[in-house]
């Protein structure tokens, strides 16, 4: 476990000695108006530290403190241990703020503002953040402009102090102009006349004359530092020395504290010199580095003294030199003793502060002293934790301090190296889990190797590029590790059979062994009690049951990590790689669709809210393919703009992804051409990136555009490589999907007997299965052909009826002539008015639903298409003015809408109403088509199919149009029309 004393020097104030109050710019703090900000900005020395710990001090004001160096550059350790500070500022908030892992740098400004607003949400106000040394963050540094978004999610009774030895950065000139920030500088620093008379009594004790404290006031302009070293020369003398007028603060510095220094026994000399190594220190520390034990007085004295020592109210006590005074002792140390006593002191310096979890600090001093073989060993030591907090960068910083030479030798710091970049550069990681698992493979270390090999396939997965890349690894795999290899841990036996199912799943299928993999994966992975491994695993799992026609399997899985999901709330992935697998889920299983393009929009507006912005893309796919399949083209276009504009050059495989879905789109509203463009690019872009399951798809897509355009020949040899692929792999999904376009073929070519032994193997295929959708395609003009041709012969009713209800398919002409036809309205208007609706029949009494029902009579006497609505009007409110009447009107006709409850069953344009024939079937209607038929049979000479149409029409004729119905002026115009063909 990691020692407490790591946050001391970065997230507690230091301790206040004895000073003078600046009670003027206490004023000026106190003022802070619409600022979010008060950056305070001067040389060191100048009291920056001092005023803001005394400001908080005097008023009894709660705060976050913050103490910033070099390594929060890497923007996820800034925010690890901002998360420590929240938690001991806000002792009573359980739950953590999250980590910025890789997954977040797309969205960093993003998850930076949700961040400082969780954390504002924790305190009380008034409260205080403040950040101290902002100047060690370089100005090259992406962390500003981090920074500077997350200021904006600070809410406004929290404000913001930045402490630094320099202006803002240009990241922050936004804030500056729109009065967000102000600047305390070094101005307003400078000590006046009679504070610098109160520094001088403090530091003395003594009571100098006017003219001397003008002097010394003269020569430090103000400068607290060098007016506290000039103070701290009287205790020995009563004259000021001659300075020059040119004299900088620094020279100031420079002078006086060698001046103190001389004057100081052997003893403080040699401590000082040798704990200047140590950036912070508690007493037992300075004991052991200068191997005496007199450390606890000596530091105290300087702490009363005012010597530039800091100290720290935490359990044990803890100290720092200010940073003027460290960079004095260091550059004195090294002019004092030799390159070995300075090495030696180096290294043991950082081996003290690897004992006291200050490993940042070690591994700087390790370095410097040239010990790569303790550095290495901390590195080591501390990898798997840092990758765990998401500072990859750090992690990476560190194994590169490691000579070249050095590093090439030492496997695991090449696989460390390796997972510290592979979000950043896979490319890259995968060069370093070779070379390491090369030096594994000689020194047989089994964990190292298995580990290494599962790096090499995560970078072939990341790069999402070239998945050929999978093949010589899944062949080394095979050939030597045996299927009962004992491993290391379960850890690893779990990491790396999640590797090898994910390198299955793409390149090979069609492998025997594949299922047993996937289990396997799915049961390691979720023993593990790693959550993001297991959801990853669910995730390819539950995408290869959707490729397969697993759709029972695919449901089943997402239902058991359901609960996991919710239990994990503060790990946002594992919930969205749920909501993945859900909507996958439902889309095969046709499930609730009424809002699954609106939890699409959910789920990637949530993403974005954490700052999650590389999982649009995922969501983005289905949204597209979903869209398609409800005919909401408006929004599969515009989730195809959202797609390419993400588009990732470098990813090549993505625009496979791109092109077929485009294709598809276009397939969809007409433009076959350029379906075919893009389907042929799919399909070589997803040959050559070598993904086997897209390829099927893309292939099957490209054969149906073909045969549509007529390239018969094309078209075959494109589905019979899919079939092929389809069955090796046995893919049942893919298999319906070549059964139902070979169907269609056959039929179009006028071979009835073969086409419908195809489709009476695909329909029966999809009901064993339940397939209601199709694997990344679909074309409703197709299935609603099939499905034409399916009832007409009888082929699996009841589950066509099903598909066609679903998906709500209409033929290219409306199916009349087809008896069981699953309608979505039946309306019977001979004899009796009936409405049937999904086959029950709508129930309706009493007179708020007798006008709805009118309008809807009325509707069908004058046609049902294109019916003007002055007609309509004048046949229900004749006695009403026109206002009255076409108010009246609305109002009836969305209460009719609302009745029946079947979106677009009644469409009103341009004035004219008209019923959908596509999903409404109106007995008259029928009847009247029937009959018309049989006149034409009649005059092509066809007397049989004449009389069986007269004869279907005769039995279909219940009654006279509405009889049961008290008359009414509007049934006229089709009252008499069908009795005129039956006398």
Request: net charge positive; charged share 25%.
């Amino acid at each position: 476990m990691r020692p407490k004393q790591v946050s001391i020097n970065k997230i507690t104030p230091p301790e206040l000695p004895n000073i003078v109050l600046r009670k003027r710019l206490f004023r000026l703090l106190d003022e802070k108006k619409h600022y979010k900000v008060t950056w305070i900005s001067s040389m060191a020395g100048s009291g920056k530290t001092t005023l803001a710990t005394s400001y908080l001090n005097n008023g009894n004001l709660p705060c976050l403190w913050y103490q910033m160096d070099e390594g929060d550059g890497d923007i996820a350790t800034f925010f690890y241990y901002l998360g420590l500070a929240a938690k001991k500022a806000t002792p009573l908030k359980r739950k953590p703020l999250p980590l910025l892992t890789p997954e977040y740098l797309a969205g960093v400004s993003v998850f930076a503002r949700r961040f400082f607003e969780n954390l504002c949400s924790r305190v009380s106000p008034p409260f205080y953040l403040i950040f101290d040394n902002y100047h060690e963050i370089s100005l090259e540094s992406p962390f500003h402009d981090v920074f500077k978004d997350a200021l904006s999610g600070i809410s406004p009774d929290i404000h913001v102090i930045v402490i630094s030895r320099t202006d803002p950065p240009q990241a922050f000139a936004g804030m500056l102009a729109n009065n967000k920030m102000r600047i305390i500088g070094s101005g307003d620093l400078r000590l006046n006349l009679e504070e610098s008379k109160e520094v001088i009594r403090l530091q003395t004790g003594k009571k100098l004359s006017g003219k001397i404290i003008r002097q010394i006031y003269e020569k430090t302009l103000g400068w607290p530092a060098g007016l506290i070293l000039i103070a701290k020369s009287f205790e020995t003398s009563d004259t000021l020395p001659l300075l020059s007028d040119n004299f900088t603060p620094e020279k100031i510095f420079e002078y006086f504290a060698i001046e103190l220094f001389d004057k100081m026994n052997k003893n403080y000399r040699e401590f000082l010199l040798k704990t200047a190594f140590l950036p912070g220190m508690t007493t037992s520390m300075a004991n052991a580095l200068t191997g005496k034990g007199d450390a606890n007085r000596i530091l105290l004295s300087l702490r009363r003294n005012h010597l530039f020592t800091e100290k720290f109210s935490t359990p044990t006590r803890f100290y720092q030199y200010h940073p003027l005074f460290r960079e004095f002792l260091i550059a004195w140390a090294k002019n004092t003793f030799d390159q070995k006593e300075i090495h030696i002191l180096q290294q043991r310096a950082a081996e003290l502060l690897e004992a006291g979890g200050q490993f940042e600090d070690a591994v700087d001093l390790f370095f410097e002293a040239k010990d790569y073989k303790n550095l290495i060993i901390l590195v080591l030591k501390q990898a798997k934790q840092l990758i765990a907090q998401g500072r990859n960068k750090t992690l990476e910083q560190w194994i590169r301090k490691i000579p070249e030479d050095v590093l090439t030798k030492e496997p695991w710091l090449l696989y460390w190296l390796g997972l510290s970049c592979l979000h950043f550069s896979s490319a890259e990681a995968k060069g370093y889990f070779k070379n390491a698992f090369d030096l594994f493979k000689h020194s047989k270390d089994m964990t190292g190797l298995y580990l290494s090999w599962s790096g090499i396939i995560d970078s072939i997965v990341y790069e999402w590029n070239d998945f050929t890349e999978f093949d010589p690894w899944i062949k080394w795999f095979d050939k030597h590790i045996p299927g009962k290899q004992a491993f290391p841990s379960p850890e690893i036996e779990a990491r790396v059979a999640v590797s090898m199912m994910t390198a299955l799943m793409v390149r090979q299928p069609q492998r025997q062994d594949i299922d047993k993999w996937i289990d396997r994966s799915l049961f390691l992975s979720k023993n593990s009690m790693n959550i993001n491994l297991y959801m990853q695993a669910s995730t390819w799992a539950s995408m290869y049951y959707t490729w397969t026609g697993n759709f029972a399997q695919a449901w089943i899985l997402q239902e058991d990590t359901k609960e996991l999901a919710r239990s994990h709330r503060a790990y946002p992935m594992a919930v969205i790689h749920w909501k993945i697998m859900n909507i996958l889920s439902r889309t095969c299983t046709m499930t609730n669709m009424d809002t699954v393009l609106q939890d699409i929009e959910d789920v990637i507006i949530t993403s974005k809210k954490a700052g999650l912005y590389i999982m649009e893309k995922l969501f983005l796919m289905p949204g597209i393919f979903v869209a398609l399949v409800l005919g909401e083209f408006l929004k599969a276009d515009n989730f195809i703009q959202r797609f390419k504009s993400a588009l990732d050059n470098s990813r090549q495989h993505e625009y496979s992804n791109f092109h077929h879905f485009t294709g598809l789109y276009n397939l969809h509203i007409g433009n076959i051409a350029q379906a075919k463009a893009h389907a042929e690019y799919a399909l070589k872009i997803s040959d050559e990136t070598g993904y086997v399951l897209a390829t099927i798809v893309c292939r099957f897509q490209l054969a149906y555009i073909l045969y549509e355009l007529g390239e018969v020949p094309k078209g075959e040899e494109e589905l019979s490589r899919t079939y092929d692929l389809a069955i090796k792999m046995k893919s049942r999904i893919f298999e319906f999907m070549c059964l139902m376009l070979r169907a269609k073929v056959a039929l179009d070519l006028k071979k009835e007997n073969q086409g419908l032994k195809f489709l009476r193997k695909a329909m029966s295929l999809g009901r064993q299965q339940g397939y209601l959708n199709m694997a990344w395609w679909w074309h409703p003009a197709m299935m609603a052909q099939l499905c034409e041709k399916a009832l007409l012969s009888g082929i699996e009713v009841d589950y066509v009826k099903n598909l066609i209800r679903i998906h709500q398919l209409t033929p290219e002409y409306p199916p009349y002539h087809i008896e069981n036809w699953p309608w979505a309205l039946k309306i019977h208007t001979l004899d009796g008015f009936q409405i049937i609706k999904n086959d029950e029949p709508i129930r309706f009494s009493g007179k708020t639903q007798k006008k709805p029902f009118d309008l809807l009579k009325v509707l069908i006497a004058y046609g049902g298409i294109e019916v003007n609505t002055e007609q309509i009007i004048d046949a229900l409110w004749y006695e009403a003015d026109g206002d009255m009447a076409h108010s009246a009107f609305s109002t009836t006709l969305n209460r009719l809408r609302k009745l029946i409850g079947i979106k677009d069953i009644i469409q009103l344009h341009d004035g004219k109403v008209t019923l959908n024939q596509n999903y409404c079937r109106v007995d008259t209607w029928a009847f009247e088509r029937t009959l018309n038929e049989a006149e034409t049979l009649w005059k092509k000479g066809e007397e049989k199919k004449t009389i069986l149409l007269y004869e279907k029409a005769i039995d279909s004729y219940k009654g006279h149009f509405l009889t049961k119905e008290s008359e009414e002026p509007w049934m006229i115009p089709l009252g008499g029309a069908p009795e005129k063909h039956i006398s």
